[in-house]
């Protein structure tokens, strides 16, 4: 039996509990059991063979494909042992430019400025948002993990508050720019530049070592995650072709496949996917929920983007997800 669809998973993190405003983190025991459930309810299959045979229209019934993207180090130290354990393939878009670099993703780097559990003086430099020494005092609680996320609605303190303001100048930005600022606002708050060990990307021996899993491929995620659509097609175009010679040299196999970055409609447009064709990859991975159906463009293929769910929780979704396809 043969079928025209199935599902591409997308998950970045397996780590926490911790503070988590990007509700980026799966939990290690979580995702134990999404691949239990995969594994009982679906045909999990590489992404490449996965690409092939979509094009074709012979997936099998329920298929589904795992991915992640950026490149955190807990890629390999928790997520590529259950995948293993599992016999379940995965695909890791990862950041190249990232790669070995002791400096955190932007929205990690603002959520250790915003909540940082020291006083905050002063205003927010070259930031126009309102911030008081009142604001700036340790509250109890500042600093220690909670349930909030930018999804939410409501701030429920001025270092909430905070974090939103700094992302929504830093997501703009180029990423000479964004180092600027961010260093600026580290001085501010008196924080390291150095990544903790929990937020870090892979080095170039973890990513060969990830390369070398059993069931895992790698792929390109731009050279340093840019909102791609901001950018010149010229400058886009580089971003793709880079980040991919440059994981290509340094796991000593091709990358046929990227991933853009946000990856939301308005973050990637037409001549993202052109810059995407004309690097040279076979396909590109969007940020859009949706099924893979066999006419579904090869350079915006969709991906259900996946929390922090249990198991109950992550069945009921999945199900939903392969009845729609």
Request: proline fraction near 7%; charged fraction near 25%; aromatic fraction near 8%.
């Amino acid at each position: 039996m043969r079928s025209r669809r199935g599902v591409v998973l997308l998950y970045h993190r397996v780590a926490g509990p911790r503070r988590d405003p990007q509700s980026l983190d799966v939990s290690v025991e979580h995702f134990h059991a999404h691949l239990d459930v995969l594994a009982r309810a679906a045909v999990p299959i590489p992404l490449p063979e996965f690409e092939a045979r979509r094009r074709a229209g012979t997936l099998p019934p329920r298929a589904v494909v795992v991915t992640f993207d950026d490149g955190y180090a807990d890629n390999l130290s928790s997520a590529a042992p259950v995948l293993t354990s599992r016999r379940v393939p995965a695909t890791i878009f990862v950041t190249a430019g990232m790669v070995g670099r002791d400096r955190e993703f932007w929205w990690d780097d603002a959520e250790r400025i915003a909540f940082t559990p020291a006083p905050l003086s002063g205003g927010v430099p070259g930031l126009a948002v309102s911030w008081s020494a009142a604001d700036g005092v340790v509250r109890a609680g500042d600093g220690a993990p909670d349930r909030w996320s930018v999804q939410d609605q409501t701030d429920p303190t001025p270092r909430h508050r905070l974090y939103r303001a700094l992302c929504a100048a830093l997501y703009p930005l180029p990423a000479d720019e964004r180092d600027a600022r961010l260093a600026e606002w580290r001085t501010w708050a008196c924080v390291g530049a150095a990544a903790r060990p929990s937020h870090r990307v892979v080095t170039r021996e973890e990513l060969r070592a990830l390369a070398g899993t059993a069931g895992v491929t790698i792929g390109a995620h731009t050279m340093t995650h840019p909102v791609l659509s901001r950018l010149s097609p010229a400058d886009q175009r580089r971003e793709l072709e880079e980040s991919g010679a440059w994981l290509a040299q340094a796991i000593a196999r091709p990358v046929r496949l990227v991933a853009y970055p946000f990856g939301t409609r308005n973050e990637v447009s037409s001549a993202t996917t052109r810059a995407a064709r004309e690097a040279g990859f076979d396909g590109a991975l969007a940020n859009e929920p949706g099924a893979a159906w066999r006419w579904s463009s090869r350079w915006r293929l969709p991906r259900m983007l996946v929390r922090d769910w249990d198991a109950s929780t992550f069945a009921q979704r999945l199900e939903s997800w392969i009845a729609d396809a």
